[in-house]
Structures are given as C-alpha cells and as structure tokens.
C-alpha cells in the first residue's frame, strides 16, 4: 500500500538556521503532497501541498518540490523563527473514493534563540 | 461554527468501558474525517462520511469501532469495550465537498484507557 518516510527527529536548529526536512513516499499512481503542521495545543493545519510532479508548494517562507523521479517532497526554509517550532507531517492523498491522507510519522522541531 | 470542535479534549476510561467522542464541523462541509494518532506517529485513516453515510470505514481497526453521522453534520465516533491500546488522539476533519483535501482538523479528543 501507500506510505510515507519522514526523516527521524527531533531536529534541534538555531534561530536563522536553514532548514531541510527529508520526506520520501511509495504510492500507485500520482498522489497529491502535502506538508502539515501542529503547533503545540493546536490541531493540524495544512502548511503547503502540490498536486503532480515538479509542482513547488509554498507558504510562510516554507517550501517543498514534487519530485516523481526520487518520490520526494522535502521541506525547507532558508531562515527558520523560533515561532517554527512545532511537528510536522508529510503526507500522501489517496484519492479512491474519499480523498484520504497517509501521513509519515512526524518530525518535531525545536527552534532555538 | 468557525472550526472544527470536538468534545471532549480529555477523556480517561477504564479498561472494559464504552465511550463516545464528538464531532462538530464546520457548517456547509458535507465530508467528515475521522483519523487516530498514537503517540509519536502520524494520524491513521479510520472512517469517511459523506452526509449522513459513511463512504468508507476501511480504516476502523475492528467491530468495536462505530461512527455515525445522523443528520450529515454532527458526528460520534463510538468505542466499545475500549482497550489500553486505544489510547490515542481522535482526530476529526471536515470539508466541502469537492475541495482538493481542503480538510480542516479539530484540536483532537485524548483518549486514555487505564
């Protein structure tokens, strides 16, 4: 079936570091990507997604490349704020029927001043 | 409403017991998610609704699971007989239909099984 490999965390940055993080899936077909976000004692927010291949989503300095060919969708940002600590969760859409997400497994951030 | 809300954000039960979690989305979204996440992985698929019925439950993980959607807009997700393995966060999503995954999540009901 479909998945999603997140790189593992937690991953520690300081203030104005750049950011990578590594997320590679296996699906049938060619699946929406999306990237999610949970703040903490927040719920789930959708931060960027792209929905076929060399699409480049983007939001709030954030950004990820649909790459068919290496099945990747990495996140990155040039200059990562405290205020970008947080999980976050790459994701698949399956879409049979009910358009269901198949998430990785999350990688918590921790932004340092 | 302005968001997704589900009630309760904390419940603690006993092994054996039965439980109902609550969801309410947000007003117009006629498709309804249900996910389940453990502690420190991604949250799992367990049931869709579209209106009242549910279009695929393929993800409840066995018989004591049950959701219903009445009316095609609050939502119950039902527990029986609950086990220390349910502990997780229940996670409810809506949104309208035909919208690309432009789920919005609620904040999520604690579930914890003692």
């Known amino acids: 079936g479909n998945s999603v490999t997140q790189m593992e965390g937690p991953v520690t940055l300081s203030e104005e570091a750049f950011l990578t993080i590594n997320c590679t899936y296996t699906a049938t077909g060619y699946p929406s990507l999306f990237w999610y976000v949970q703040y903490p004692g927040e719920g789930l927010q959708l931060l960027l997604k792209?929905?076929?291949?060399?699409d480049k989503g983007s939001n709030k300095g954030f950004e990820a490349t649909y790459r068919k060919e290496t099945t990747s969708f990495h996140l990155e940002k040039g200059s990562v704020q405290v205020s970008d600590s947080a999980v976050y969760f790459c994701?698949?859409?399956?879409?049979?029927?009910?358009?269901?997400?198949?998430f990785g497994q999350g990688t918590r951030l921790t932004i340092n001043p | 409403g302005a968001g997704v809300s589900q009630t309760p954000s904390n419940k603690v039960t006993e092994k054996g017991k039965y439980v109902e979690l609550r969801c309410d989305p947000i007003s117009g979204h006629t498709a309804l998610y249900w996910y389940r996440q453990s502690l420190g992985q991604g949250p799992e698929f367990l049931i869709y609704?579209?209106?009242?019925?549910?279009?695929?439950d393929s993800g409840l993980p066995n018989d004591r699971f049950f959701a219903v959607r009445p009316e095609g807009s609050v939502s119950t997700l039902k527990i029986q007989r609950t086990e220390r393995g349910d502990s997780a966060v229940y996670l409810c999503a809506s949104s309208r239909l035909g919208a690309n995954y432009g789920y919005t999540f609620g904040s999520g009901t604690r579930l914890t099984v003692v």
């Open positions: 609704f579209q209106g009242t019925g549910a279009a695929d």
């Open positions: 792209a929905t076929k291949a060399d």
């Open positions: 994701a698949l859409g399956e879409f049979q029927g009910a358009q269901k997400l198949v």
